[in-house]
């Protein structure tokens, strides 16, 4: 469906719609939302009560646009892509989650098909989320960045500004990364050194720290607050026990860093 600016009869919009606005069969425009102009709501598509989208968006077959989300202008939500997802607990969870009843997508981001992103997310402009990803409450995440196919995001991830995260990899809860740091496929990070212990008010769970400009190889694992310094280097397959000073090189397992000879003067 193209945006011919028509609303199908078989479209239920409760809400506002602005300017040349599409509709397709099915969708659901829930009561108190806003559509900004130009934007095209595609089959079966759903858009959930004070949901605010901005101009030029597009929200594809089956989408969900949760109640009360925000999204900025142009952004796309593909196939089946869920924006605004209530986390919940159950017996077998370690911790009960809490979260603020907000989701902002920022302008121009894409969300791809079958993603997940839960209330309490702010996402900035221009950022892509690959097909399956999940991304949990309370991160927070910069413009320009990559989190690819199958990246999962645990619970208050920190992400800067023009970060690549790649596909299948792992960030526990609690994992910062800083500006333009690049993060390669399969890497698992941590943040629990005694699984099997209950969680109590004694127990800190304490994700990695990536700093800007960082390198992490592909199939690393980050053991539970260890600091990958500014612009090091974490080599494919390293297993990172310490950490890693700025500008160094890090390999083995487990891994132990070196100074890189190209930063001497």
Known sequence: MHGTGET???????????????????????RGARVGA????????????????????????HAVVGPGVVLGEGVELLHSAVVGREPRSAGATARDPSFAHR?????????????????????????????AASIREGARIGSRCIVSRCVTLNYDVTIGNDVKVMDA?????????????FISILVATT???QPRQPLGHD????????ESGATVGAGAILLPGVVVGANAT??????????????????????????????DP
């Open 8 to 30: 199908s009869p078989f479209a239920i919009v409760d809400g506002h719609l602005g300017p040349s606005c599409t509709v397709g069969p099915f969708a659901l425009i829930s």
């Open 38 to 61: 130009a934007c095209v709501v595609h089959s079966h598509a759903l858009v959930g009560a004070d949901a605010r989208i901005g101009d030029r968006c597009i929200v594809h077959p």
């Open 103 to 131: 989701l902002y997508v920022g302008d121009g981001c894409a969300i791809g098909s079958h993603a997940t992103i839960y209330y309490d997310v702010e996402i900035g402009d221009h950022t892509l989320v690959g097909d």
């Open 169 to 181: 990899t792992h960030l526990t809860g609690g994992t910062q990364i800083g500006d333009g740091a």
């Open 191 to 193: 943040n629990d050194n």
């Open 203 to 210: 127990r800190r769970l304490e994700g990695p720290r990536i």
């Open 234 to 263: 974490v080599a494919a397959g390293a297993v990172v026990t310490r950490d890693v000073p700025s500008g160094a090189t890090a390999m083995g397992m487990p891994a132990r860093a070196r100074r890189d000879q190209s930063a």
